[in-house]
């Protein structure tokens, strides 16, 4: 995920709600106009791009697979990490295969398509070598994956990489 969002910070203009004032240290974070910021629809399109990647099936039902951090001293810039991939990979590649057609739908649905992020997360995707790919899972111990499941991971990895922009036309008209 590092590869596509490292840089990523969102800032949002301060509302009512904001207890910062207050020196609370937890912060409530108005939904509204964070999705309604572009800077956060454009960070959920490149997850959206490396779910489709990795055929995640599982964030776009329910909203609460993601950490929000808010960074200190700056109320207003928050960072995003999503989680649960439980629904990916292996998952679904052994039930459904790897070439399966899934693009993973938008986080949230209210917000714009950004055809500029999304062509530069395809062109992320597809500039990720084979070298980093298997380097990346063959350093998960062997207590965890087995070499047959590393070289399956490898194998789908590689062909969604090859075919994602495909892949994510099907799903997202208007993407060259």
């Known amino acids: 995920m590092r590869l596509l969002v490292s840089r990523n910070i969102i800032q949002y203009p301060p509302c009512r709600s904001d207890r910062s004032q207050s020196g609370s240290r937890s912060q409530p974070i108005p939904w509204a106009p964070f999705w309604c910021d572009p800077k956060a629809a454009r960070l959920c399109q490149l997850f959206g791009v490396f779910d489709t ?6 964030h776009f039902n329910h909203p609460g697979n993601m950490l929000v951090r808010v960074e200190p001293g700056t ?19 052994r ?10 739908p938008m986080y949230d649905p209210r917000t714009l398509t950004d055809f500029a992020t999304i062509g530069q997360a395809i062109a992320a995707v597809e500039g990720v070598q084979d070298s980093t790919i298997e380097s990346i899972v063959n350093r998960i111990p062997d207590e965890f994956l087995t070499a047959a499941d590393k070289k399956a ?10 075919n994602i922009r495909p892949l994510i036309k099907s799903g997202v008209p208007g993407v060259s």
Not at 53 to 58: E, F, H, P
Not at 95 to 104: E, I, L, N, R, W
Not at 153 to 162: F, H
Request: charged share 20%.
């Open 53 to 58: 990647w990795v055929q995640n099936v599982d």
């Open 95 to 104: 039930a459904h295969g790897y070439k399966t057609p899934f693009v993973a």
């Open 153 to 162: 991971i490898i194998e789908g990895l590689v062909w969604r990489r090859d």
């Open 75 to 93: 109320p207003h810039v928050i960072r995003l990490a999503f989680i649960d991939y439980a629904w990916s990979f292996l998952h679904q590649w």
